[in-house]
C-alpha cells in the first residue's frame, strides 16, 4: 500500500473496531466524523463534536535510500475523549461511570477515558503489522492535556506511527492458486482485508502464456468475494485469478486490478 491507500485502511479498520468486553459496542459512533483523515495539527474549532473520535493527520515521509519504490511514513493519530460533569477532566482521562442513567454500558463508549480509547486505536493499528507489504511500527509519543469544555473536560491524546509504504499504488494480488480434482482454490484473505477491495476474478487464457490484465482473458469464469471455484481444468491453458479494487465504490466500480504475479496462476 501507499500511503494514502494506508490511511483509509487505517480508518476502515478503526471505524470496525469493537470493545473486547461487554456487548462489544463500537469504539467510535456511528456519527460521519467520528473518523477523519486530516492534514496539518487540528485547532479546537476543528475537532469532531462527538466522542469519542479520532483524527488521522499526515506527518513526515521520508525516501528509503536502498530501495527507491518504498518510503517512510509517519502519521498522527490525534484521539479525543469527554465525560460530563467532569469538573477535573479527572475522567476524560482515566474513564468515568460505564452508565447513561438507564442502562450499564460496560461493552460501550460511554464514560470511556481517552487512556482507555487509545489503548484500542495502539491494538487496531499493531494489527495491521505487515498488512498487503506496508510494515506499521507503533510509537509511544503522546500529550494528553485537558481542555475546557462548559462545564466538562475534553482530552485529547496523540499516538505517532511509523509505517514502511510503497511509493505507487499498489493493488494485492491473490496467490497460491491451486487445483485438487475440480476445485480451484486461492490465499486471498490479505485482499479481502483492504478497505477498497470489490472482487476475485477467476478465469483462463489458452496457450502458456499468463495474461497481464483480466482483459486478457479468453473467459472469467467467476467473480465475487469467495476463495474457490468449482471447474475442471483443460489442457493448454494458463488459469488465473486476479483481484479488483476501488476505494471510492467497493463492490461496484473497478479502480485498479492486481497484477499477474507467480503463484495467481497455473499451467494446466
Known amino acids: 500500500m501507499n500511503p494514502w491507500q494506508l490511511a483509509q485502511q487505517i480508518k476502515s479498520t478503526l471505524q470496525s473496531a469493537v470493545w473486547p468486553t461487554g456487548s462489544g459496542h463500537p469504539v ?3 456519527y460521519d466524523d467520528s473518523i477523519v483523515i486530516f492534514s496539518g495539527t487540528p485547532s479546537s474549532e476543528q475537532m469532531p463534536g462527538g466522542f469519542p473520535f479520532c483524527m488521522i493527520a499526515f ?14 511514513q509517519t502519521f498522527d493519530l490525534y484521539i479525543g475523549a469527554e465525560c460530563a460533569g467532569d469538573p477535573l477532566g479527572e475522567f476524560s482521562i482515566i474513564g468515568g461511570a460505564a452508565t447513561d442513567g438507564s442502562a450499564v454500558e460496560l461493552g460501550g463508549s460511554y464514560g470511556r477515558g481517552v487512556g482507555e480509547v487509545t489503548e484500542r486505536v495502539i491494538a487496531e493499528v499493531g494489527n495491521l503489522n505487515g498488512f498487503d507489504g506496508a510494515k506499521i511500527l507503533v510509537t509511544a509519543t503522546r500529550s494528553g492535556v485537558p481542555s475546557p469544555l462548559d462545564d466538562s473536560h475534553l482530552v485529547v491524546d496523540r499516538v505517532t506511527i511509523e509505517a514502511k509504504c510503497i511509493a505507487g499504488l499498489h493493488y ?10 475440480s476445485t480451484w482454490t486461492w ?3 490479505h485482499c479481502l482485508s483492504r478497505f477498497d477491495f470489490t472482487q476475485f476474478r477467476f478465469g483462463f487464457i489458452i496457450g502458456g502464456t499468463p495474461a ?4 486478457g482473458l479468453d473467459l472469467v469464469q467467476y467473480t465475487g468475494p469467495l476463495e474457490t471455484f468449482t471447474h475442471l481444468p483443460v489442457a493448454g491453458r494458463v488459469y488465473q485469478i486476479f483481484a479488483d479494487y476501488s476505494s471510492r465504490d467497493p463492490g461496484n466500480t473497478v479502480e485498479g486490478t492486481s497484477s499477474a504475479l507467480v503463484g495467481s496462476y497455473v499451467l494446466s
Do not use: H, M, W
Open 28 to 30: 467510535f459512533g456511528a
Open 59 to 72: 506527518g513526515d515521509a521520508n525516501n528509503d535510500q536502498n530501495d527507491p519504490d518504498y518510503l517512510t
Open 172 to 181: 494485492a494480488a491473490p496467490q497460491l492458486l491451486r487445483v485438487s480434482g
Open 187 to 189: 490465499e486471498g484473505s
Open 212 to 215: 497481464s490484465s483480466p482483459s
